[in-house]
């Protein structure tokens, strides 16, 4: 069935070091993605998107990479930081109204 | 910015009791979403309206209920609460743009039923 899922529900980093959040999707015809960052007492806020028909996307810091072979979706932020700490989720939509959202990886920045 | 806001952050009540949550955003968005956040569990998409006065089911619909009267507002109602709908409430909008599917949350309300 439809799924949007994370390897990693807790993720812990020294400042200063990149982070990788992993994502595994099951629905080969979601066509859109996107990751959001949730603060803790904050809604989620969107954070970068890609379509499939690209493999690669960069913003401030932030990289998202695309494997449609292993249906595979993982956010690299660069350089962590304090501010980073949030839980992150992934979402897929097939390009309808619905959005499938993961059940989130939280992000420990150490100091 | 976007700004979607919901009318509490934190409400406690009692099961039976018919509960309201209403949800605000001022950026003309077509589309407006319910979901519950529970730990471990993810979002979860209660309901979803595309326009005024309509709405659709999402993947958990039962015990709720929604009421779009006008663009910039989407209401959840829990006709009669129970303990297993304690939890966070996101409300959510997106613009009606095809290929437009980002959303925009608002802060939550963390209900409570005891």
């Known amino acids: 069935g439809e799924s949007v899922g994370l390897h990693l529900p807790t993720l812990s980093v020294q400042e200063g070091d990149n982070s990788i959040i992993n994502c595994a999707y099951s629905n080969s015809a979601s066509d859109y993605f996107i990751w959001y960052k949730q603060e803790s007492g904050k809604g989620p806020q969107f954070i970068i998107d890609?379509?499939?028909?690209?493999d690669k996307r960069q913003g401030q810091r932030v990289t998202v990479l695309l494997n449609k072979t292993v249906k595979h979706l993982s956010l690299q932020i660069a350089a962590t930081q304090p501010g980073d700490s949030a839980v992150y989720f992934c979402?897929?939509?097939?390009?309808?109204?619905?959005?499938?959202f993961g059940a989130g990886t939280r992000l420990f920045v150490k100091a | 910015d976007v700004k979607v806001t919901q009318s509490s952050r934190y409400l406690v009540k009692r099961t039976g009791e018919k509960v309201f949550l209403e949800c605000v955003q001022d950026?003309?968005?077509?589309?407006m979403f319910w979901y519950r956040q529970d730990p471990g569990l993810g979002l979860r998409l209660i309901y979803f309206?595309?326009?005024?006065?309509?709405?659709e089911k999402g993947d958990i619909p039962e015990g709720y209920s929604v009421s779009r009267e006008k663009k910039e507002r989407f209401s959840l109602i829990l006709e009669s609460a129970s303990t297993n709908q304690t939890s966070m409430y996101l409300c959510a909008s997106s613009p009606g743009t095809r290929g437009s599917y980002e959303q925009y949350f608002g802060p939550g309300t963390r209900l409570t039923v005891t």
């Open positions: 950026m003309d968005h077509e589309n």
């Open positions: 890609i379509r499939s028909n690209m």
């Open positions: 979402a897929e939509n097939t390009g309808g109204f619905k959005t499938i």
């Open positions: 309206s595309y326009d005024v006065k309509m709405k």
